[in-house]
């Protein structure tokens, strides 16, 4: 017998849950160790977050991002190969993120090997050699990789948009160069090197580990001569959001990438919980009213979204799309489109109850495996967000009202305050 | 090791059911055995264009994702030269609603003609986006191209042109759902906070009345033996000459596919490996120098991919490149076969750390035909000596067995050429 397939089967809509916190210690050094433990695999994740914000002016471009690419570029005990070839043999993979208000070190490990390989960060932060020969190399490949980039639309298209809302000279707004490479010296590079090794360290650990293996790490971060510094933190000023629309050419394009958005608050704003409802609602999802329009009703595009970014000091709203060049107008067109709708019309309960549903189903599945449940929270910890911040968020997912919603778009989204960037040539 | 319980209905579905309960929430899986490996060689493309009408509504429900929306739940899907596979990741409360929309598509899709359409466009996006409106983008179209002459890895799964899903009919959009889109030709895979009593009693209800169709018999021509090096030039507007090598090598149920595995990662795995040593770090003569192994079903390829610092012309750096990799086979030593075994050891415990991950690979080594290599895998990369690394690579890393693609960028020849 065929069971009724026209009518959807009963669902439960999904409640607030806890979301699992870190345990946390304050080592006798000043390093503050979060962790958890958790999982099946006997696998870990451990973060070294520097809080040491990218303080460089135009001069210093790109000091920074190979200071800390540097790091891993050799010791005064072993050489770069050496050092790397050691991280391997322990099935151990090393990662390096240099970033705008912070940067880490990220080892991805089998449980067992913590203890082998976390003494590798001590080095890199202790006694990193900054030898001139793998300077030149990794300056080398800095910028071939920069070129590269430079031949896609979608790069110049978001590194045009950040400089235009952010502005040239801030640390958010410009995009690394390969001309900025060439201006940069290992003194300078080096120069920085103190600054890192003076910042107050953040480790967070997750995975699936014994105490045994814990007490290791704990018994090796206590080694570090960790710092205690935060440094300053980046400027938060910034041009006043405008209207503009700048076309970045480059020729021999297909297609043109497309960047709508302004400068905005960061996750700690009061309006920053219905503003993500209304993202979420304009593009944040496949059943988004950007997605549905574009790619579903009109196959313009195969895929456009709306996101927020969260800085330190500051965040970003911006849509995104790569489009048929002869419809990059039409595009814009329709974005507009879309935008004077939410500020115009209050969402209807249906729509807003698939995107309630959705948006905590959805965060329900980001927190299934440690090392999520680790990154989550370490966005809480790193932003010195309230405890209580992901039943705040489910809270206002669960209640946000259309009117908020509306009114998110009416005060954010004028078009007069919006920047458009065309990426690749008409 | 991963628990799972198989069995498989009467219409032929094989369901294989893997708790944990570790958060509220389950998986729906289910992989269809085919790829765009079944396709005609005049109609390129199609798998992956018919996976989108996949999400274009289905005989009894208008919309497959806004249902799903509305119960918390996600999903996605992919298409590669073996397969194509379906997820929906959802609060384990309202799993009978994944059973619902799933099972739905696989009794019937609507067929509607301006899904298609728009579908047909928005893949063409895709092709573009993906593949042309990138530097190197292209780069696996030459290479599958040369690679292979028979076998149908000979194009990608977007399709060998544009034109081909230009032409996709609604008649081969039905013919194909008919003969590939059956119960006995696909996998369910349900993990997660379930049961396995519940997921038997939903799988009978939802996919038990699904008639089973006409068994799909693969029948693909084999690659004939490679017995001359074959090489392509082309030119693009890229900043850097680029060089591309590949061996052929055996298919992922072969004894000898481990061994491959870890030779490809030893040469070319991360910034410790041979080539990257060589070729980037001692002599600078590469940007990025990797070495990796395709991991197809039917025998694949061992490819070496490296772009070309400033002025290195590309003879040059194929050359260093031949010498490095030969240098590196002459002197595979135990410690190096250790630390691939190692990082592979890593590798895999890291791809069973999420649950859905869990369930797509229970699917894959069912489709291969054997579930339970997915818990072999450990054992046959142990099982590795330094004597099958030496075979394997006399044996398939052969210049007579390779193609090589020069990537030649038009601005690094203008420099040259002005010198």
């Given at each position: 017998?065929?069971?009724n397939?026209l009518e959807?089967?009963?669902?439960?809509?999904?409640q607030?849950?806890?979301v699992?916190?870190?345990?946390?210690?304050k080592?006798?050094?000043?390093?503050?160790?979060f962790?958890y433990?958790?999982?099946q695999?006997?696998?870990a994740?451990?973060?070294?977050?520097?809080?040491q914000?990218n303080?460089a002016?135009e001069?210093l471009?790109g000091?920074?991002t190979?200071?800390?690419?540097m790091l891993q570029?050799?010791?005064?005990?072993?050489?770069?190969s050496v050092?790397q070839?050691?991280?391997?043999?322990q099935?151990?993979?090393?990662?390096?993120n240099?970033?705008?208000?912070?940067?880490?070190?990220v080892?991805?490990?089998?449980s067992?090997?913590?203890?082998d390989?976390?003494?590798?960060?001590?080095e890199m932060?202790?006694?990193?050699s900054?030898?001139?020969?793998?300077?030149?190399n990794?300056?080398?490949?800095?910028?071939q990789n920069?070129?590269?980039?430079?031949?896609?639309?979608s790069?110049?298209?978001?590194?045009?948009f950040r400089?235009k809302?952010?502005?040239?000279n801030?640390p958010y707004?410009?995009t690394?160069a390969?001309?900025?490479?060439d201006?940069?010296t290992?003194?300078?590079?080096?120069?920085f090197y103190?600054?890192l090794?003076?910042?107050k360290l953040y480790?967070?650990?997750s995975?699936?580990f014994s105490?045994?293996?814990?007490d290791a790490?704990?018994?090796?971060?206590e080694?570090f001569?960790a710092?205690s510094?935060?440094?300053?933190?980046?400027?938060?000023?910034f041009?006043?959001?405008?209207?503009?629309?700048?076309?970045?050419?480059?020729?021999?394009?297909?297609?043109c990438?497309l960047?709508?958005?302004?400068?905005l608050?960061?996750?700690?704003h009061?309006?920053y919980?219905?503003f993500?409802m209304?993202n979420?609602?304009?593009?944040?999802?496949?059943g988004?009213?950007?997605?549905?329009?574009?790619?579903?009703?009109?196959g313009?595009?195969?895929?456009?979204?709306?996101?927020?970014?969260?800085y330190?000091?500051a965040?970003?709203?911006?849509?995104?799309?790569?489009i048929?060049?002869?419809?990059?107008?039409?595009?814009?067109?329709?974005?507009?489109?879309?935008?004077e709708l939410m500020?115009r019309?209050p969402?209807?309960?249906?729509?807003?109850?698939?995107?309630r549903?959705y948006m905590?189903?959805?965060?329900?599945?980001?927190?299934?495996?440690p090392?999520a449940i680790?990154?989550?929270?370490?966005s809480i910890?790193?932003?010195?967000?309230?405890?209580?911040?992901?039943?705040?968020y489910?809270?206002a997912v669960?209640?946000?009202?259309?009117?908020?919603?509306?009114e998110?778009?009416?005060?954010y989204?004028s078009?007069?305050s919006?920047?458009?960037?065309?990426?690749?040539?008409? | 090791?991963?628990q799972?319980?198989?069995?498989?209905l009467?219409n032929g579905?094989?369901?294989l059911?893997?708790?944990?309960?570790?958060?509220?929430?389950?998986?729906l899986n289910v992989?269809y055995?085919?790829?765009?490996?079944?396709?005609?060689?005049?109609?390129?493309g199609?798998?992956?264009?018919?996976e989108?009408l996949?999400?274009g509504g289905s005989v009894?429900i208008?919309?497959?994702?806004?249902?799903l929306?509305k119960?918390g739940?996600e999903?996605?899907a992919f298409?590669?030269?073996?397969?194509t596979?379906?997820?929906?990741?959802?609060?384990s409360a309202n799993?009978e609603?994944a059973?619902?929309?799933?099972?739905?598509r696989?009794?019937s899709?609507?067929?509607?003609?301006k899904?298609?359409e728009v579908?047909?466009q928005?893949?063409?996006?895709e092709?573009?986006?993906r593949y042309?409106?990138?530097?190197?983008?292209?780069t696996?179209l030459h290479?599958?191209?040369?690679?292979?002459?028979?076998?149908?890895?000979?194009?990608?799964?977007?399709g060998?042109?544009?034109?081909h899903?230009?032409?996709?009919?609604m008649?081969?959009?039905?013919?194909?759902?008919?003969?590939?889109?059956i119960?006995n030709?696909?996998?369910?895979v349900?993990?997660?906070?379930?049961?396995?009593?519940?997921?038997?009693?939903?799988a009978?209800?939802w996919f038990g009345?699904?008639?089973?169709?006409v068994?799909?018999?693969?029948a693909?021509?084999?690659e004939p033996?490679q017995?001359?090096p074959?090489?392509k030039v082309?030119?693009?507007e890229?900043?850097?000459?680029a060089?591309v090598?590949a061996?052929?090598?055996?298919?992922?149920?072969?004894d000898?596919?481990?061994a491959?595995d870890?030779?490809?990662d030893?040469?070319?795995?991360?910034?410790s490996s041979?080539?990257?040593?060589?070729?980037?770090?001692?002599?600078k003569?590469?940007s990025s120098?990797?070495?990796?192994?395709?991991g197809?079903?039917?025998?694949g390829?061992m490819?070496?991919?490296?772009?070309?610092?400033?002025?290195v012309?590309?003879?040059?750096?194929?050359?260093?490149?031949?010498q490095?990799l030969?240098k590196a086979?002459q002197s595979?030593?135990q410690a190096?076969?250790?630390k691939?075994?190692?990082?592979a050891?890593?590798t895999?415990?890291?791809?069973e750390v999420?649950?859905l991950?869990r369930c797509?690979?229970?699917?894959?080594?069912?489709n291969?035909?054997n579930?339970e290599l997915i818990?072999?895998?450990?054992?046959?990369?142990?099982a590795v000596q330094?004597?099958?690394l030496?075979?394997?690579?006399s044996?398939?890393?052969?210049?007579e067995?390779?193609?090589?693609?020069?990537?030649q960028?038009k601005q690094?020849?203008?420099a040259q050429?002005?010198i």
């Amino acid at each position: 017998m065929q069971p009724n397939r026209l009518e959807a089967p009963p669902f439960q809509a999904i409640q607030a849950f806890d979301v699992p916190f870190l345990k946390q210690e304050k080592l006798g050094n000043g390093i503050e160790l979060f962790y958890y433990n958790g999982g099946q695999s006997e696998v870990a994740k451990i973060e070294f977050f520097l809080l040491q914000a990218n303080q460089a002016s135009e001069r210093l471009r790109g000091q920074n991002t190979l200071a800390v690419k540097m790091l891993q570029e050799g010791t005064m005990r072993m050489s770069a190969s050496v050092l790397q070839e050691f991280i391997a043999a322990q099935g151990a993979f090393l990662e390096l993120n240099p970033g705008h208000d912070r940067s880490s070190i990220v080892l991805y490990s089998l449980s067992r090997k913590l203890r082998d390989v976390v003494p590798v960060v001590r080095e890199m932060l202790e006694s990193a050699s900054f030898n001139a020969s793998e300077f030149d190399n990794v300056c080398n490949i800095t910028r071939q990789n920069l070129k590269v980039s430079k031949e896609k639309t979608s790069f110049l298209a978001s590194a045009a948009f950040r400089e235009k809302i952010f502005g040239a000279n801030h640390p958010y707004g410009f995009t690394l160069a390969p001309e900025d490479i060439d201006q940069i010296t290992l003194e300078s590079v080096k120069s920085f090197y103190p600054t890192l090794q003076k910042s107050k360290l953040y480790v967070f650990l997750s995975g699936k580990f014994s105490t045994q293996d814990l007490d290791a790490v704990r018994f090796e971060l206590e080694k570090f001569s960790a710092g205690s510094e935060q440094g300053p933190s980046v400027s938060n000023s910034f041009p006043e959001p405008s209207f503009s629309r700048t076309v970045v050419e480059k020729s021999g394009n297909m297609q043109c990438s497309l960047r709508v958005g302004r400068v905005l608050f960061n996750a700690a704003h009061p309006d920053y919980f219905p503003f993500v409802m209304m993202n979420e609602i304009l593009g944040g999802y496949f059943g988004s009213r950007l997605m549905q329009n574009l790619r579903e009703d009109k196959g313009l595009t195969y895929g456009i979204n709306s996101n927020i970014v969260s800085y330190q000091k500051a965040g970003y709203f911006v849509i995104g799309t790569d489009i048929k060049k002869e419809d990059a107008e039409r595009a814009l067109d329709e974005i507009r489109k879309e935008i004077e709708l939410m500020q115009r019309e209050p969402v209807q309960s249906s729509e807003l109850e698939t995107v309630r549903n959705y948006m905590l189903g959805s965060f329900a599945n980001s927190l299934t495996t440690p090392f999520a449940i680790a990154d989550k929270n370490k966005s809480i910890v790193l932003n010195q967000l309230p405890l209580d911040y992901f039943q705040q968020y489910m809270h206002a997912v669960k209640t946000t009202s259309p009117e908020k919603i509306q009114e998110m778009a009416q005060r954010y989204l004028s078009y007069s305050s919006l920047t458009e960037i065309i990426g690749g040539s008409l | 090791m991963i628990q799972y319980e198989k069995f498989t209905l009467s219409n032929g579905l094989q369901v294989l059911v893997h708790e944990d309960h570790t958060s509220p929430l389950a998986v729906l899986n289910v992989l269809y055995n085919v790829g765009s490996k079944d396709e005609d060689e005049a109609r390129t493309g199609f798998a992956h264009l018919f996976e989108h009408l996949m999400f274009g509504g289905s005989v009894n429900i208008a919309s497959f994702d806004e249902p799903l929306q509305k119960v918390g739940g996600e999903n996605n899907a992919f298409t590669s030269p073996d397969l194509t596979n379906y997820y929906i990741t959802l609060p384990s409360a309202n799993l009978e609603t994944a059973f619902w929309l799933e099972s739905d598509r696989m009794l019937s899709l609507s067929f509607d003609p301006k899904v298609l359409e728009v579908q047909r466009q928005v893949v063409i996006e895709e092709f573009k986006q993906r593949y042309l409106n990138q530097p190197y983008g292209d780069t696996w179209l030459h290479m599958r191209e040369m690679a292979y002459t028979t076998h149908p890895y000979r194009w990608p799964t977007i399709g060998k042109e544009i034109a081909h899903i230009e032409q996709a009919t609604m008649d081969d959009v039905k013919n194909f759902f008919k003969r590939f889109y059956i119960p006995n030709n696909a996998i369910l895979v349900v993990g997660g906070d379930v049961a396995v009593p519940q997921v038997k009693a939903l799988a009978e209800k939802w996919f038990g009345t699904i008639p089973a169709g006409v068994p799909y018999r693969r029948a693909l021509p084999a690659e004939p033996v490679q017995q001359t090096p074959r090489r392509k030039v082309v030119q693009a507007e890229v900043p850097l000459h680029a060089i591309v090598k590949a061996w052929h090598m055996p298919g992922k149920l072969s004894d000898d596919y481990y061994a491959c595995d870890l030779l490809g990662d030893i040469l070319g795995r991360g910034k410790s490996s041979r080539l990257y040593q060589a070729l980037v770090q001692e002599q600078k003569l590469f940007s990025s120098a990797s070495f990796f192994n395709m991991g197809s079903h039917d025998p694949g390829l061992m490819v070496f991919e490296g772009k070309l610092n400033k002025g290195v012309r590309l003879e040059e750096g194929e050359a260093a490149m031949m010498q490095a990799l030969e240098k590196a086979l002459q002197s595979l030593n135990q410690a190096e076969l250790e630390k691939s075994k190692i990082q592979a050891e890593s590798t895999l415990l890291f791809g069973e750390v999420e649950l859905l991950e869990r369930c797509m690979n229970l699917a894959f080594a069912t489709n291969l035909g054997n579930t339970e290599l997915i818990n072999q895998e450990v054992a046959a990369i142990q099982a590795v000596q330094l004597e099958d690394l030496r075979r394997v690579a006399s044996l398939y890393l052969k210049e007579e067995c390779s193609n090589c693609l020069w990537y030649q960028s038009k601005q690094a020849e203008a420099a040259q050429a002005s010198i």
